[in-house]
């Protein structure tokens, strides 16, 4: 069976806020339906072999989009070649529609935002 490939983003190198509730959604997922991957601008996640060691991946991104718009871009469509069905968007830092753009252009069926 094909598992659902969800790439939750961003989380950040802490417990709390939209890291704890993405990190809460994935401890509960049925990972035997669903493949639950995340995205990062953090350059490193103290509970990251919690993550890795389940078979989920984490993507590190080294820049905001603020920062350098095209770098950005090419990483985050450089994550979505690898396939998501669905895109989990946790808005609260995003000021645009970028990551919506790009995931449209990219072909996600579904993106769900979570402000």
Not at 35 to 61: N, P, R, V, W
Not at 76 to 100: C, M, P, R
Request: charged share 30%; net charge neutral; with cysteine.
């Amino acid at each position: 069976m094909n598992r659902i490939k969800v790439l939750q983003f961003p989380i950040a190198n802490s417990f709390g806020g939209i890291t704890h509730y993405a990190l809460d959604n994935w401890k509960w997922m049925d990972k035997e339906q669903f493949q639950c991957d995340f995205a990062t601008m953090s350059k490193k996640l103290d509970f990251a072999d919690e993550i890795l060691k389940t078979g989920s991946k984490i993507h590190y991104i080294s820049c905001y989009a603020e920062e350098n718009r095209e770098k950005f871009i090419e990483e985050f469509n450089a994550i979505l070649d690898e396939g998501y069905d669905v895109v989990h968007l946790h808005t609260k830092q995003w000021k645009s529609f970028l990551v919506e753009e790009i995931c449209k252009r990219k072909g996600v069926k579904k993106v769900i935002v979570h402000a």
